[in-house]
């Protein structure tokens, strides 16, 4: 910076000197020539020649070309430091924005470290109480495992029923009639060794052949009672065994021509059953039983005792289920003589009696069968016979005028259920053949009139059920026919099949189809067709029921049509 400062300085110097050497050598050549003074003579000065000025002229050229190359490097260095200052701006505007940045990252590690320590302090808080949740959590699954294991061993089960019902029959006006029926029953593993199982139903508490409600009685709510109860000892290291009290199902094989599907027996069970692979031969099993009809503080109880052994035999696409069953029956006449309570009788009372009766109770039964007694037919008030669907066995009326079956009961039944693979799976072959004989039955059975017949023993029941298909998975299909022939005294009519004509002394058709539409929704079918066997014997359904005008005379088939939408769970 001082070397261009210099050079600028010396090239104004010459430049003045050439200015002034100028105004001397050339005066100008207007001026007016002006007289001087004599002054006083100096010496004379050198004369400068025209080689001199050259000279000078030539030095000055050379000057001047240094002062333009001055000023031009002059210029470059005016540029340079210009774009020196501006970086060093630039410099400066980064080194203050880096500054800046330093402050903010500074500021923002703070507010972090803040934040870190903040997030510390809630972490170990967190870890607390998530301690203390894991604590409390652990202690809640135990309580949720405890549940799980005590709920998860059961399985519950049901159906609701909705069913549209006719019935026509010459001689009597026509019925229609809705009807519904519910289920629920909790059954499981109590532990390894005991099953057991809680079953509720609807259906009136004095008829226990049927769990429907008819839709009536001025929209009142419907009755639910406990339909089974049991417990069952199956034990892991004899799984053969099974050993069951309470009320329960069924464990013998049954059909509808002894008992009704809708009764569950009450009493004890004994069964031994063995899975075996000797030749057809895949299951073996016996079985005795005790069931308990009636039980009184003051006298001999109702019972039944009998024993039963099935099979299961395999030929090839033939599997056949045997059974033979025998059932004995100690003094049934305990179903003659029911209470109003046992009937659910509407009326109780005798007439005559101060103030008359029969006098009206909240019943909410079928009330009391009809019974003839050598007169007429009775039952309007308890006691009377036990029988929802009508008393149609032989009975008669002793001295003290107490109601008894003429025949005492032991029934010898044989089922053969068989099933044939058809070669299509949704459509096997199914025949049911049963031949049922009450081997106590009394030969004779009386006639309307009260007289003994020359019938001899009315008691043989058989039939046959034959379908094709089944309704087991979702759109399967069913069709099938039953037969029945059931003699007055071959079973006790308080539990026989309630939907079909009677209960003895019939001979009974049923025609049906069913249509698996859901996994867990089934629409049937039924059209029941039957008539009275004999309408000479006594109790018998035309002559209590007024179809018939004369004794012997064939009843008019009374047919029953039923439209049923099962849902199941």
């Known amino acids: 910076m001082k070397s261009s400062k210099n050079l600028f300085l010396t090239a104004l110097t010459l430049v003045a000197f050439s200015a002034a050497w100028a105004q001397t050598s050339t005066p100008p050549a207007s001026a007016p020539k002006k007289k001087h003074k004599p002054v006083a003579t100096e010496p004379a000065q050198p004369a400068v020649t025209a080689a001199d000025v050259q000279a000078l002229k030539e030095a000055l050229a050379a000057q001047q070309q240094q002062i333009q190359q001055l000023t031009q490097q002059l210029q470059q260095n005016q540029q340079n430091w210009q774009q020196a200052q501006q970086q060093l701006q630039q410099a400066q505007s980064a080194a203050t924005e880096a500054q800046q940045k330093a402050a903010s990252v500074q500021a923002a590690a703070d507010q972090q470290q803040t934040t870190v320590a903040r997030l510390s302090s809630d972490v170990a808080d967190v870890k607390t109480t998530v301690t203390n949740n894991v604590v409390a959590d652990q202690e809640a699954q135990k309580r949720v495992s405890a549940i799980e294991a005590a709920f998860g061993r059961f399985r519950f089960s049901g159906d609701m029923r909705v069913r549209g019902e006719d019935y026509f029959q010459k001689a009597l006006p026509d019925r229609n009639r809705a009807r519904v029926r519910a289920r629920f029953g909790i059954d499981g593993q109590l532990n390894e060794d005991f ?20 839709l009536t009685g001025f929209f009142d709510r419907k009755t639910i009672g406990l339909d089974r109860a049991y ?37 004890f069970d004994e069964k031994l059953s063995f899975d075996v692979h000797a030749g057809p031969i895949r299951n073996f099993t016996a079985q005795a039983m005790q069931l308990v009809v009636s039980e009184v503080t003051k006298g001999p109880d109702s019972f039944a005792v009998g024993g039963s052994v099935s099979a299961t035999l395999v030929f090839g696409p033939w599997t056949a289920k045997p059974s033979y069953t025998l059932l004995n029956w100690h003094l049934a006449d305990a179903l003659l003589s029911g209470s109003a309570f046992n009937t659910q009788a509407t009326t109780a009372g005798v007439g005559g009696t101060t103030p008359a009766g029969p006098y009206p109770i909240p019943g909410e039964g079928p009330g009391c069968a009809s019974v003839w007694n050598g007169t007429k037919y009775t039952g309007g008030f308890a006691p009377c016979a036990f029988a929802a669907n009508g008393m149609t066995n032989s009975t008669f009326y002793d001295s003290k005028g107490v109601d008894h079956f003429l025949s005492q009961f032991l029934y010898s039944d044989f089922i053969l259920n068989n099933q044939i693979k058809t070669g299509l799976a949704r459509f096997p072959l199914n025949l049911m053949l049963e031949y049922e004989e009450n081997l106590n039955a009394r030969a004779n059975p009386f006639d309307a009139a009260g007289n003994a017949t020359t019938l001899g023993r009315q008691n043989k029941g058989y039939g046959f059920d034959l379908s094709l298909g089944q309704a087991l998975k979702k759109r399967d299909l069913q069709f099938g026919y039953s037969w029945w022939r059931i003699e007055q005294d071959a079973i006790i009519a308080s539990f026989g099949e309630s939907d079909q004509r009677a209960p003895t002394n019939i001979l009974q058709n049923r025609i049906y189809a069913l249509w698996k539409m859901q996994k867990n929704v089934v629409a049937q079918y039924t059209m029941w067709f039957g008539r009275t066997l004999n309408t000479n014997l006594e109790n018998n359904p035309a002559s209590v029921n007024g179809t018939i005008k004369t004794a012997g005379a064939q009843e008019p088939t009374l047919k029953r049509q039923q439209f049923d939408l099962i849902y199941t769970f």
């Open 195 to 214: 099953v057991g199982g809680i079953y509720l139903a609807t259906g009136t508490l004095g008829d226990p052949t049927t769990t429907n409600e008819t």
């Open 231 to 267: 417990i069952t000892y199956n034990p892991v290291a004899h799984k053969w065994l099974s050993l069951t009290g309470g009320k329960f199902a069924f464990p013998w094989q049954r059909t509808s021509l002894t008992f009704d599907p809708d009764i569950n027996p009450e009493g």
